[in-house]
Nanobody, 123 residues
């Protein structure tokens, strides 16, 4: 069974940076896309960013454009989220997800999910 494990979360001041990492374990699978979602207290989980595995094409939600960068290391089955200029509004649990069949912004397209890593931005 494929498992995704996130790391890199923590507490940072507004304007600071964090780099999240997600590694897939339990076997190799045909990945179309890997993405990041987040869920803030009292809010529904939302899309943050996705990267297409084949060519590295990326998409971001508007609120993080210009601040966050998603990247992947195909050989290591890893995906990263570099988060710069962090704001208090970025505080959330961040989840890594993998889609075997779709390049998508929607949660229901993703087959595997990590358990999340907490990002807290103080103002």
């Amino acid at each position: 069974q494929v498992q995704l494990i996130e790391s890199g979360g923590g507490l940072v001041q507004a304007g600071g940076s964090l780099r999240l990492s997600c590694v897939a374990s339990g076997g190799t699978f045909s990945t179309i896309a890997m993405g990041w979602f987040r869920q803030a207290p009292g809010k529904e989980r939302e899309f943050v960013s996705v990267i297409r595995w084949s060519d590295g094409f990326t998409l971001y939600t508007n609120s993080v454009k210009g601040r966050f960068t998603i990247s992947r290391d195909s050989a290591k089955n890893r995906v990263y989220l570099q988060m710069n200029s962090l704001k208090s509004e970025d505080t959330a649990v961040y989840y890594c997800a993998a889609s075997r069949f779709r390049f998508s912004l929607t949660q229901d397209s993703y087959d595997y999910w990590g358990q999340g890593t907490q990002v807290t931005v103080s103002s």
